[in-house]
Every structure is written in structure tokens, then in C-alpha cells.
């Protein structure tokens, strides 16, 4: 894991633009519990089960077993008012993974076996008709937006915020509070909902045989009791669950990060279950079935039947048609721990959802170009004038530059919601460690070119979209890394 160290030095310009690094240094804690920040990916267990759903429920026993697995709420009646229209025949899914420690889950924190429920995952799966084209788009736990006025299912009332993190909206008011919070965000019709827990992801992944994996080194994390070598491996169950909970011993343990590592999961996890081998197996689609619809909660509209129909009109789905990203967001300007809306990419994003274009449509759409701060701790004469040029002539936007008199690494820090432009300008920089660095600021990555620095890797298109880390499910799993 790379962490960026910071110390006490006497500062060499009156700009507040400059900054210290140094190498050995721990980041301070980050402000926000820990055990907030612990999420899994339940979601995906049942988009898995409505595939398998659609393959295997013939027998009224089974049907009637698995419709009784779920329970309702009635989203309609909760939200009321305008909603947003729907503009074509595109369903819109939100899938959410809870962290109640109620029942089964209490074993993942006992201390918190009374705290109300968060929603630890939030993921809109858009689905085109037909099956021509899926793409779960997910919606950082620590975003920061307009929480609305809730109705709740007991009959009171949950006041509106200027603003909040968005997972609490389903603390405020459930799952329909945070269907209304994303559809008042982002203008899409939401038409359904489902919602799970830790148990469930487990079972779905026992249920297929195992998800496989890649691990960019080895990790031994007490927090997580994950204990996995580097390279390839096949896990299930509480190993799985340890896996996507993970925070300390995978990536920079930043938020974003996470969510990356886990849609690579999933896009395993998706490849897996769509392949002839699973849907062919009766047991596995019934155990598949089973673990999927355990513990799930719907909206209204969303029962069993509706399950089936909405998977047999996705028959022409496969693995190399979907695809995951994260929706464009900065670093939030009060808060370097949290992150905000990239304006106006997060609007034409949406805008695309919206009209059911590609990914690839709304990635040209939110393209845009990097900002970089320059500083030179190289000690020679020139060097940060050549290699401004050098990013300029590569789409890069430089912002500023400084002279650092003391002698630094060559590095790459940003603040959270940064990620895709650092991996951008990493990729130009030979030899660049990346590291989160909330005092970067929003919108801008900082670069330290040190005494090993030589020149700017030749790379024909620098710019990239602000969409980050698009995942395909049929990619190769060791060749994104986490």
C-alpha cells in the first residue's frame, strides 16, 4: 500500500498553493468511523438471482418458496409527488447493500446491533432493452448532496438537509428516501429497488462455486481477517466477504478505491453466473435462486413475477455487454474526506443514462482534460518549464508551478475524487508513486517530480474521461488491478 507522509517544514513561498511532502510519514486518520466505511457488494446477488430466476423457476413449489423470501415496501405511496417521466423503454434498478447488524449479520459488529441501519452500497443498474446493453453505476457512500424530506414506513417523517452524505438518506428514511434523494440528484426514473444484506452476499457466492479474483500483492489484514497471496484465487463466503469489506490492506483506502476493487468482483462474480455452466446446473440455480431472494427487500411493484419477465426480456444479455463506472465526482471543497458532484461532466452523465446511450457515449461526453500543479524538487535548472510542456502537449492543463529546495520522490497525490486523473497522469510520469493527499484540493492532482526524474513517457491521448475505472465483466481480472 503507498501512503503519502507529510512533515513540518519552514514554507518556501507565501503561495497557500504550495505544499510539503516527504515519504516516510503516515497520513493523518481519516475523520470518518471506520466502521462506516465497511461496505459488500449484496447488490449483485440479486441481479444474479433474477438472471437465474428467469432460467430455472418452473415448479409453483419453488416459485412460491422464493416469492415468500421477500418482503415489500410500498415506494409509491412513500414518495408521491412528481417524479421524474420516463423517456424510454430503459429499466432503472437500484440495488442496495445494507450494514444491519439485525439477526445473522450481528457476528460483522455486535456493538452496533442496535444502530439504524446505512446503506453501505448504492448502485444503479441501468438496463437497455433487450439486452443490447447493461451498466451498474455506482454512487460513492461519501458524496455529498441535497437530502430530501422523507415519508417512512411507520408513518413519520424525516426532515430535509441542505446537505449530506448520501448514504444517510437511507438511515433518514429507507430505501424509498434514498431512491427519491438519487432521482431528485440526477432527473432518472427509478423503477425499482432491491435491498440486502451480509448473509446474502455470502450465500451467493458459495452458491456459484467461488468468484475468482486478483490480488496485486499478498495481504494479511487483521481488520478484515483477509489473508490471501498475491495473483489469482478463487473465493466464496466469509473469505468473499472479507475481500469486499476490505480497507486497510488493498489500494490507497480511500472510498473510490474500494468501490473499484469491487466492481471488478462483481464483473467476475456476473461473468460466472452468466456463463452456460451455471445456468445449466439445476442445484446451482436453485441455490442461486434461493441465496439471492433471502433477506431481500423490494419495492412494490417488484415482486417475483416481475422478476422473471424483466430477466426474460434481458435473454440477449451477456458478459461483454456489461459494464460498471463510477459517477463523476471532486473532492468536496469543506471536506477533503468527502466528495461532491464534477460538474458539468456529472450532468451530461446523467443526461446520457437518462436518453439510454452508451458508456462509452457519456464517457465521450464527460471527457475532460487534467489539471496538474507542478513542483520540482529535481534540484536542476528548467526542468519544471520542460515537462509543463511536455503535459501541454498531451491534453494536460497545468495550473502552477513551485520550486521545492528540499529533494523529494517522484509522486503523484490527489485528494479523494481524483483517482482517474492521477492514474492519468501516473501513467505519463515512469516511476511515479500515486497517494491520496487531501490538502491537493479539489479538481487539480499535484506533481513532485524528484532527483529520479527523467522525462514525460511519450503517450499519444492524455485526456481521459471523468468516468471512473470503467469495468467490464468480461475483462481480464489481473489487468486493471485494485
Given at each position: 500500500?503507498?501512503?503519502?507522509?507529510?512533515?513540518?517544514?519552514?514554507?518556501?513561498?507565501?503561495?497557500?498553493?504550495?505544499?510539503?511532502?516527504?515519504?516516510?510519514?503516515?497520513?493523518?486518520?481519516?475523520?470518518?468511523?471506520?466502521?462506516?466505511?465497511?461496505?459488500?457488494?449484496?447488490?449483485?446477488?440479486?441481479?444474479?438471482?433474477?438472471?437465474?430466476?428467469?432460467?430455472?423457476?418452473?415448479?409453483?413449489?419453488?416459485?412460491?418458496?422464493?416469492?415468500?423470501?421477500?418482503?415489500?415496501?410500498?415506494?409509491?405511496?412513500?414518495?408521491?409527488?412528481?417524479?421524474?417521466?420516463?423517456?424510454?423503454?430503459?429499466?432503472?434498478?437500484?440495488?442496495?447493500?445494507?450494514?444491519?447488524?439485525?439477526?445473522?449479520?450481528?457476528?460483522?459488529?455486535?456493538?452496533?446491533?442496535?444502530?439504524?441501519?446505512?446503506?453501505?452500497?448504492?448502485?444503479?443498474?441501468?438496463?437497455?432493452?433487450?439486452?443490447?446493453?447493461?451498466?451498474?453505476?455506482?454512487?460513492?457512500?461519501?458524496?455529498?448532496?441535497?437530502?430530501?424530506?422523507?415519508?417512512?414506513?411507520?408513518?413519520?417523517?424525516?426532515?430535509?438537509?441542505?446537505?449530506?452524505?448520501?448514504?444517510?438518506?437511507?438511515?433518514?428514511?429507507?430505501?424509498?428516501?434514498?431512491?427519491?434523494?438519487?432521482?431528485?440528484?440526477?432527473?432518472?426514473?427509478?423503477?425499482?429497488?432491491?435491498?440486502?444484506?451480509?448473509?446474502?452476499?455470502?450465500?451467493?457466492?458459495?452458491?456459484?462455486?467461488?468468484?475468482?479474483?486478483?490480488?496485486?500483492?499478498?495481504?494479511?489484514?487483521?481488520?478484515?481477517?483477509?489473508?490471501?497471496?498475491?495473483?489469482?484465487?478463487?473465493?466464496?463466503?466469509?473469505?468473499?466477504?472479507?475481500?469486499?469489506?476490505?480497507?486497510?490492506?488493498?489500494?490507497?483506502?480511500?472510498?473510490l478505491q474500494r468501490i473499484k476493487r469491487q466492481q471488478q468482483f462483481m464483473g467476475s462474480l456476473a461473468n460466472k453466473v452468466l456463463s452456460a455452466g451455471t445456468l445449466t446446473d439445476p442445484k446451482k440455480v436453485y441455490d442461486l435462486a434461493e441465496a439471492g431472494t433471502k433477506s431481500l427487500t423490494t419495492d412494490k411493484g417488484l415482486d417475483l413475477g416481475t422478476m422473471v419477465k424483466i430477466a426474460r426480456s434481458m435473454h440477449g444479455l451477456t458478459a461483454g455487454k456489461l459494464d460498471f463506472v463510477t459517477i463523476p465526482v471532486a473532492a468536496y471543497a469543506p471536506d477533503p474526506n468527502r466528495v461532491a458532484l464534477l460538474q458539468p461532466d456529472a450532468g451530461r452523465f446523467f443526461t446520457a443514462i437518462r436518453q439510454d446511450q452508451s458508456v462509452e457515449a457519456a464517457a465521450k461526453k464527460t471527457a475532460a482534460p487534467v489539471s496538474v500543479r507542478l513542483y520540482d524538487a529535481?534540484?536542476?535548472?528548467?526542468?519544471?518549464?520542460?515537462?509543463?510542456?511536455?503535459?501541454?502537449?498531451?491534453?494536460?492543463?497545468?495550473?502552477?508551478?513551485?520550486?521545492?529546495?528540499?529533494?523529494?520522490?517522484?509522486?503523484?497525490?490527489?485528494?479523494?475524487?481524483?483517482?482517474?486523473?492521477?492514474?492519468?497522469?501516473?501513467?505519463?510520469?515512469?516511476?511515479?508513486?500515486?497517494?491520496?493527499?487531501?490538502?491537493?484540493?479539489?479538481?487539480?492532482?499535484?506533481?513532485?517530480?524528484?532527483?529520479?526524474?527523467?522525462?514525460?513517457?511519450?503517450?499519444?491521448?492524455?485526456?481521459?474521461?471523468?468516468?471512473?475505472?470503467?469495468?467490464?465483466?468480461?475483462?481480464?481480472?489481473?489487468?486493471?488491478?485494485?
Amino acid at each position: 500500500m503507498l501512503t503519502i507522509q507529510t512533515e513540518s517544514l519552514e514554507p518556501m513561498s507565501s503561495n497557500p498553493t504550495y505544499l510539503d511532502y516527504a515519504d516516510e510519514v503516515e497520513p493523518a486518520p481519516d475523520p470518518a468511523p471506520r466502521r462506516r466505511g465497511r461496505r459488500v457488494l449484496k447488490w449483485f446477488a440479486i441481479a444474479t438471482a433474477v438472471v437465474v430466476v428467469a432460467a430455472g423457476a418452473t415448479g409453483y413449489g419453488f416459485y412460491w418458496q422464493l416469492q415468500h423470501n421477500i418482503d415489500h415496501e410500498d415506494t409509491d405511496k412513500l414518495i408521491g409527488g412528481k417524479r421524474p417521466p420516463k423517456l424510454n423503454s430503459a429499466l432503472n434498478i437500484l440495488m442496495l447493500g445494507t450494514d444491519s447488524r439485525a439477526g445473522a449479520n450481528a457476528k460483522y459488529g455486535r456493538g452496533m446491533k442496535n444502530d439504524p441501519p446505512r446503506s453501505d452500497t448504492m448502485i444503479l443498474l441501468h438496463l437497455s432493452p433487450g439486452g443490447k446493453q447493461a451498466t451498474g453505476i455506482s454512487f460513492p457512500r461519501d458524496l455529498m448532496v441535497p437530502i430530501p424530506a422523507c415519508r417512512r414506513t411507520d408513518g413519520t417523517s424525516s426532515p430535509a438537509a441542505t446537505v449530506g452524505m448520501i448514504n444517510s438518506s437511507f438511515t433518514n428514511g429507507g430505501a424509498s428516501c434514498t431512491v427519491k434523494t438519487i432521482e431528485n440528484l440526477t432527473h432518472i426514473k427509478i423503477d425499482h429497488f432491491m435491498q440486502v444484506d451480509f448473509t446474502s452476499f455470502k450465500a451467493v457466492t458459495e452458491a456459484v462455486g467461488g468468484v475468482e479474483v486478483c490480488l496485486p500483492q499478498d495481504v494479511n489484514d487483521k481488520d478484515s481477517k483477509l489473508h490471501l497471496t498475491k495473483g489469482k484465487h478463487t473465493i466464496q463466503g466469509e473469505t468473499a466477504l472479507a475481500y469486499v469489506r476490505d480497507r486497510h490492506g488493498l489500494g490507497d483506502e480511500s472510498d473510490l478505491q474500494r468501490i473499484k476493487r469491487q466492481q471488478q468482483f462483481m464483473g467476475s462474480l456476473a461473468n460466472k453466473v452468466l456463463s452456460a455452466g451455471t445456468l445449466t446446473d439445476p442445484k446451482k440455480v436453485y441455490d442461486l435462486a434461493e441465496a439471492g431472494t433471502k433477506s431481500l427487500t423490494t419495492d412494490k411493484g417488484l415482486d417475483l413475477g416481475t422478476m422473471v419477465k424483466i430477466a426474460r426480456s434481458m435473454h440477449g444479455l451477456t458478459a461483454g455487454k456489461l459494464d460498471f463506472v463510477t459517477i463523476p465526482v471532486a473532492a468536496y471543497a469543506p471536506d477533503p474526506n468527502r466528495v461532491a458532484l464534477l460538474q458539468p461532466d456529472a450532468g451530461r452523465f446523467f443526461t446520457a443514462i437518462r436518453q439510454d446511450q452508451s458508456v462509452e457515449a457519456a464517457a465521450k461526453k464527460t471527457a475532460a482534460p487534467v489539471s496538474v500543479r507542478l513542483y520540482d524538487a529535481t534540484g536542476r535548472s528548467s526542468t519544471a518549464a520542460k515537462v509543463a510542456k511536455q503535459l501541454k502537449a498531451q491534453g494536460f492543463q497545468i495550473v502552477g508551478t513551485e520550486t521545492m529546495k528540499t529533494r523529494r520522490t517522484t509522486g503523484v497525490y490527489y485528494a479523494q475524487g481524483s483517482q482517474p486523473q492521477a492514474a492519468a497522469l501516473a501513467a505519463v510520469v515512469p516511476g511515479a508513486k500515486k497517494a491520496l493527499y487531501p490538502k491537493a484540493g479539489p479538481g487539480v492532482v499535484n506533481l513532485v517530480l524528484g532527483t529520479s526524474f527523467t522525462a514525460v513517457k511519450e503517450k499519444k491521448k492524455a485526456g481521459i474521461p471523468t468516468l471512473e475505472g470503467e469495468i467490464h465483466a468480461d475483462g481480464d481480472i489481473c489487468g486493471t488491478g485494485t
